[in-house]
């Protein structure tokens, strides 16, 4: 039996444009229909109408937080120009969170842009955070009374390797110099939105809240663990998971490590156990989710893992992956990681970018004709874990 703490954040996370459908003035949208992709966003999970009732059914799976994000081109659709509505709609969203005790996790940039920002060069245009900062004083003073946790930007080294060096993702760029601009302009973007946060929150008198960013973290395994494997392991590591937050801790502007975790990444060409995996190939490792929570004990920052998860379509599986995660979250609880919550990937099924509709992530399965929900058997397991705390 295992025992998580009283004060444990339990819950499950989504993105604005992987749910909630008809983001028409976003990047993605134009790049969807510029390169004809196979499977385009569409209604997403109908989640910026349904909002309420999928969270009527994250509360009754027990979760006590749940992770969203606000979508940047609803809130200023045109340079400059902010739509109130749009404004309104988020705190609606936020109240009704707060309605079912739900904690809002706010991330506020998770891969996709406005289009105008986008034609304006983006992440790689000098004035890129200036327009940011813009855009996050208006949401965060909008919602500052209600939210405790702020997310700037999520995966920023995912989001610089699909869309400027592999060249997969909007605006297609295959250049590392130009993806060192947009790592560079987004660790400052993080450095002034901390302040600007911070400084908002002060003006009305209201609490701190926490901020942070959601970095992806590979387990990188040296196969076989050769010493030439190990220190390109290592060097990894180093490069992939730490860069980014170091560099934000060096400014002392994280007040958490927001971790995602997903898979390992095999360095070197040996052979290694096989593993099972999710619908997209991913190998499923747990090892590696303690590995790296261990790891990250020597910044002496609380942590807080916003995402983990499995597409599957076998739904054993899912609840296998949970657990097994689970455990190795509270096995590296016991070797004094310490850990504020664990946030599932995802609430719902939803727009695995442009793998399309394919992969099922979600603790609660979307009909994407009939836009039912259907809670997973794997939910009600989990459901149990966030209720009791206990996992056996
Ligand atoms: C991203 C999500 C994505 C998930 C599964 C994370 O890297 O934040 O947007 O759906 O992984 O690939």
Redesign the pocket.
């Known amino acids: 039996m295992i025992e998580f703490p009283k004060d444990f954040f339990w819950g499950a ?1 989504t ?1 604005a444009y ?1 749910v909630e459908g008809d983001n028409l003035s976003s990047d993605w949208w134009e790049w969807e229909k510029r390169v004809n992709v196979k499977e385009p966003s569409g209604k997403a999970a109908r989640h910026y109408e349904f909002y309420a009732q999928d969270f009527d059914l994250a509360k009754e799976l027990n979760q006590n937080c749940h992770r969203l994000s606000i979508e940047w081109a609803r809130i200023e659709p045109e340079e400059g120009k902010f739509s109130t509505r749009e404004l309104e709609h988020y705190q609606q969203v936020i109240l009704s969170l707060k309605e079912r005790s739900l904690i809002p996790i706010v991330t506020l940039h ?2 996709t842009n406005p289009l105008w920002f986008a034609k304006l060069g983006g992440w790689r245009n000098k004035q890129a955070g200036s327009y940011f900062l813009r855009y996050v004083e208006k949401v965060v003073s909008e919602l500052a009374g209600d939210v405790p946790f702020w997310v700037t930007i ?2 920023p080294m ?1 989001y610089t390797y699909f869309s400027y060096l592999l060249g997969t993702w909007p605006p297609q760029d295959k250049s590392l110099l130009h993806s060192r601009q947009v790592t560079n302009n987004l660790v400052n973007a993080h450095i002034k939105a901390y302040h600007l946060i911070r400084a908002i929150y002060k003006k009305h008198n209201l609490t701190y809240p926490k901020i942070s960013i ?1 970095q ?1 973290m590979q387990a990188f395994v040296p196969c076989p663990p050769s010493l030439k494997n190990k220190l390109a392991a290592y060097l990894r590591h180093k490069f992939y998971n730490l860069e980014f937050i170091e560099r934000l801790i060096a400014k002392s502007t994280l007040d958490f490590i927001g971790m ?1 975790y ?1 898979s390992p990444s095999w360095v070197g060409r040996g052979e290694h156990l096989p593993l099972k995996k999710n619908t ?1 190939g991913w190998d499923i490792y747990p090892q590696g989710l303690y590995d790296l929570l261990v790891s990250l004990k020597i910044y002496k920052l609380p942590l807080f893992i916003l ?1 983990n ?1 499995i ?1 599957a379509d076998n739904d054993a599986l899912r609840w296998d992956y949970i657990r097994e995660h689970l455990e190795s979250v509270s096995k590296a609880m016991l070797h004094g990681a310490k850990i504020m919550g664990y946030i599932y ?2 609430l719902l099924d ?1 727009y ?2 442009d793998k399309g509709f394919g ?1 099922r ?1 979600g603790l609660i399965e979307v009909d994407y004709h009939s836009y039912k929900r259907y809670v997973r058997e794997s939910s009600r397991k989990f459901a149990e874990v966030c209720k009791t705390g206990r996992l056996s």
């Open positions: 996370a993105s992987q998770h891969f999520n995966e995912v959601a992806n995602n997903y997209m995402e998860g597409c990937w995802s939803n695995e970018w992969p992530f």
